[in-house]
């Protein structure tokens, strides 16, 4: 009710709690004409409010902004004279929304679950909660779990299935909580319950080796296994695990002897198992494509399924008939009919998003690093950017290191590229730590990322002797990395590995080409000794990409000349709209971008869909789209 279209030109928000960083909140302020931009650093902050506000606003254009301070620190009165006068002020906090509840709990919530608390409040009569009450309301309400109702295995087991099936990440301190009910009693004594409940992977190893006991006591009745395979409520969940690749099936005799149920989990003919799983997990897919107005982690999830149907489509391609090859482009199609628009409504927010559990844009990786860094305790810390390495792609990568090494652990999460997804964009956006907004003067160039990277960890209290950048790696013995390392004061290091990205500008066989490609360097074991080196010499590593690539078709090749600012295959950005409307009208299927977090005068105009700007009906693996 407080955000009524044309109601202020200028909002001021006290916004302690992060109520306005909920997504839905977002996409829905911003679908009444309000864009919001936070107060957290002053200079940042004019440079954004200046160039992108207040000098439209002289010309007469109006665009409604609410200036958000999300510190308990800030108060609306620390802001500069000139907003104070101009500013409409309000102030949100959930000991307002949520009196009877108590504060800290709530405050430790993930905002996505304050629709749920809210729902349920409504309807909560009595005296107000005590910690441990409302430590319960939340985990019945927000995640389904009653704690006192945990007795049996099969009880523990669903709850531990629905929360990693969805990935849903409890708080630490529900973590805390519901340990110390489990470890009450003798039920759990032999089961890692701190390592399973916290962390999906882990329990998804604890799964795996609990499958082959189970199956093990299939021949032997004196093998024990912890886990319930066969009650009902576990087999649902597990037959989804094998499917989604979450699970590997593993080889036994006499398979005839199994449940029928239990046969998705072994070997039996590696092909007709996956081309059975293939066409499994497409029609789960196709059942499931998220649609608009769903929470960007609908699309993350999402996926990565889209990635481990992609791996099986190119490696079973032979095994296809021409029909499924046909089915297969229509699903292409669809998949980006449904994502487009999704990334026209809801993108626009995504960079105001928390990222203290895990980062959801791509600048806001070393800021997830730093926070990590200290509250972790962290001495030397390392960021590797492989350029333009697909979801699909790291599939590939990541289960050759599993075959090399099977004391691999990956802790996996999915951050969105900046648009267009070029690499001086979204690679650049990486190591300044910001949109590209604020990097305008160097957009079309990746020559600043060194000083950007300096820049972003001078700020976080590092000196500048103790951090380096080593770009265009050669590989795991390359004498500008062996430099770096021989620094004996270096704590943070960033490294960029350009190798899928020259394998994608070079590829003339789309998908199947790139996937082979990316196997064979991958099985050459570089990326394997850069990874062991840097473990060796004391660093956390984090590891990403900067932008993905795609196979697509061109619709032909804009002719444009000195018009256009940086010619891409899938984008082209102009410093003039009307250049950019020129185009366009010749490009009927090409996509006008919103330029969410550009610089002012940069108009991106967008391929479309599955499509390049390059010669008609010539297909290319390229970047630069949604």
Not at 397 to 422: G, H, I, Q, Y
């Amino acid at each position: 009710k407080n955000f009524k279209p044309k109601i202020s030109r200028l909002t001021l928000v006290a916004d302690a709690d992060g109520l306005l960083t909920e997504e839905g909140m977002l996409s829905a302020i911003r679908e009444r004409g309000f864009d919001l931009i936070p107060f957290d650093d002053p200079i940042a902050f004019r440079f954004a409010y200046e160039s992108q506000y207040r000098s439209q606003w002289d010309l007469g254009q109006n665009t409604d902004l609410v200036v958000v301070l999300r510190s308990a620190e800030q108060q609306l009165n620390k802001l500069p004279f000139d907003l104070l006068k101009a500013g409409r002020p309000l102030t949100f906090a959930l000991h307002q929304l949520f009196p009877k509840l108590n504060y800290p709990v709530i405050a430790g919530l993930d905002r996505a679950y304050l629709d749920a608390v809210d729902e349920a409040y409504q309807k909560q009569d009595g005296d107000q909660l005590t910690e441990r009450e409302t430590k319960d309301f939340v985990l019945m309400h927000c995640f389904s779990i009653v704690p006192k109702l945990i007795r049996k295995p099969v009880d523990l087991m669903k709850v531990l299935l629905s929360l990693h099936s969805r990935k849903a990440r409890l708080p630490d301190f529900l973590v805390e909580y519901l340990l110390e009910s489990l470890t009450k009693d003798a039920t759990f004594e032999t089961w890692p319950v701190a390592e399973i409940l916290p962390s999906r992977e882990s329990f998804l190893r604890f799964l795996q080796d609990e499958w082959k006991a189970f199956l093990a006591g299939q021949a032997d009745p004196s093998q024990t296994c912890r886990v319930p395979f066969s009650h009902e409520d576990v087999r649902v969940y597990i037959d989804t695990f094998f499917l989604e690749g979450s699970l590997t099936p593993v080889e036994q005799e006499n398979i005839a002897k199994l449940p029928a149920w239990a046969q998705t989990g072994v070997v039996r003919d590696p092909s007709a198992d996956a081309m059975r799983r293939f066409r499994g997990l497409w029609r789960k897919f196709e059942a499931e494509i998220p649609s608009a107005g769903v929470s960007h982690r609908e699309w993350q999830q999402a996926a990565q399924r889209w990635a481990e149907l992609v791996v099986m489509r190119w490696e079973w391609d032979e095994s296809l008939e021409a029909a499924d090859r046909t089915a297969w482009s229509e699903l292409q199609t669809t998949v980006e009919d449904a994502f487009a628009p999704w990334m026209m409504q809801r993108y626009g927010s995504l960079h105001n998003l928390p990222y203290h559990q895990q980062p959801v844009m791509v600048h806001q990786i070393p800021r997830f690093m730093a926070v990590e860094r200290t509250r972790k305790k962290i001495s030397k810390i390392a960021l590797l950017v492989l350029d333009g390495l697909a979801f699909d792609q790291w599939l590939l990568v990541k289960k050759n290191l599993e075959v090399c090494d099977k004391a691999w652990r990956f802790r996996e999460s999915m951050a969105f590229a900046w648009v267009p997804t070029l690499t001086s964009v979204t690679r650049q956006s990486i190591f300044a730590g910001e949109p590209p907004l604020y990097f305008p003067d160097s957009l079309a160039t990746t020559a600043k990322e060194k000083a950007h990277w300096l820049r972003f960890w001078e700020d976080q209290g590092v000196q500048r002797a103790n951090i380096d950048l080593v770009t265009s790696l050669d590989g795991p013995h390359d004498s500008k990395l062996e430099t770096a390392l021989g620094n004996p004061r270096l704590s943070v290091l960033g490294i960029v590995w350009n190798k899928v990205d020259d394998i994608m500008h070079g590829m003339q066989m789309q998908t199947a080409g790139m996937h082979n490609q990316v196997r064979l360097w991958a099985s050459q074991g570089h990326l394997q000794q850069l990874l062991v080196r840097l473990h060796d010499e004391g660093f956390v590593v984090y590891l990403t990409a900067d932008h993905g690539n795609v196979t697509a078709t061109g619709i032909g090749n804009p002719r444009e000349g000195v018009l256009v600012e940086t010619k891409g295959k899938r984008a082209r950005v102009y410093d003039r709209v009307q250049f950019l409307e020129e185009v366009a009208v010749k490009f009927p299927d090409s996509v006008r971008w919103t330029n969410q977090g550009l610089p002012p005068a940069q108009y991106v105009l967008l391929a479309g869909d599955l499509k390049a700007f390059t010669d008609e009906g010539t297909e290319v693996v390229g970047h630069g789209g949604v």
